[in-house]
C-alpha cells in the first residue's frame, strides 16, 4: 500500500459554472461580463485552495487554480493588456510555488501543486518579450521551480524511509496527529 496521499480534490461545481458561464460570454464578445466571471471563478478557486478538505472533483484545486489565473491572463492578452496577463500568469505561479514550500500545507496538495507548478510557469513565457529582463526572470523562477521539487520531494523522501509503525502525520493547523 502507497504511503503517497491521495491529490487534493475538491467540489469544484461552483467554480466549473463560473467558468463555463465566463467562457460563454467570452464567446459572445462580453468582454466586461466574461472578466467578472473568471474573477469570480478565481476567488472560488481560492476558496477551495484554502479548504482542500473537501472532497468531490476528479480535478485538484492546484490545477483549477492555474486554469483560472490563465484564463484571466488569456483574456488579457488579446484585449491588449499584456502587463495583466502577465500578472495573472505570475499569480498563479507564485501561488502554488509558496503553497508547495509551506510545511503547513498538507502533502497531497504540495504535491498537485509541484506538479501544476510547470503549467503555471508555460503560462507565464507564453507571449513574452524576448529580452534580457526577461530571461533573467526566467531564470529567477525556473531556480525557484526547482527549489519547490527538491523542497517536496525532500518530504516525500524522510516519509518513505519510515517504517510503517513510525508514519505519523500532524494536521497542520492543530499540530495534532490525524
Known amino acids: 500500500m502507497s504511503r503517497l496521499p491521495m491529490s487534493a480534490m475538491v467540489d469544484d461545481a461552483e467554480w466549473t459554472r463560473l467558468t463555463v458561464a465566463a467562457n ?3 464567446r459572445r464578445e462580453q468582454i466586461c ?6 474573477r469570480d471563478a478565481l476567488a472560488e478557486a481560492e ?14 484545486v492546484a490545477t483549477i487554480y492555474v486554469i483560472s489565473c490563465q484564463n484571466l491572463a488569456e483574456a488579457a492578452r488579446l484585449t491588449g493588456e499584456p502587463g495583466a496577463a502577465e500578472r495573472w500568469s505570475l499569480q498563479a505561479f507564485e501561488r502554488l510555488a509558496a503553497a508547495a514550500e509551506s510545511p503547513a500545507t498538507p502533502l497531497s496538495l504540495r504535491l498537485d501543486c509541484m506538479r ?3 503549467f ?4 507565464l513565457v507564453e507571449g513574452r518579450r524576448e ?5 533573467l526572470e526566467m531564470e529567477r523562477l525556473l ?10 520531494m525532500g518530504v516525500v523522501e524522510r516519509l518513505a524511509t519510515l517504517p510503517a509503525g513510525e508514519l505519523r502525520l500532524f494536521d497542520s493547523v492543530t499540530g ?3
Open 176 to 178: 495534532r496527529p490525524s
Open 131 to 135: 529580452d534580457v529582463a526577461f530571461h
Open 120 to 123: 503555471a510557469f508555460l503560462n
Open 33 to 38: 461580463e466574461a472578466l467578472l466571471l473568471y
Open 116 to 118: 501544476d507548478l510547470k
Open 143 to 152: 531556480a525557484r521551480g526547482r527549489g519547490v521539487v527538491a523542497c517536496v
Open 47 to 60: 476558496r477551495l485552495f484554502c479548504n482542500t478538505e473537501i472532497v468531490g472533483s476528479p480535478v485538484s
Open 24 to 26: 460563454d460570454a467570452f
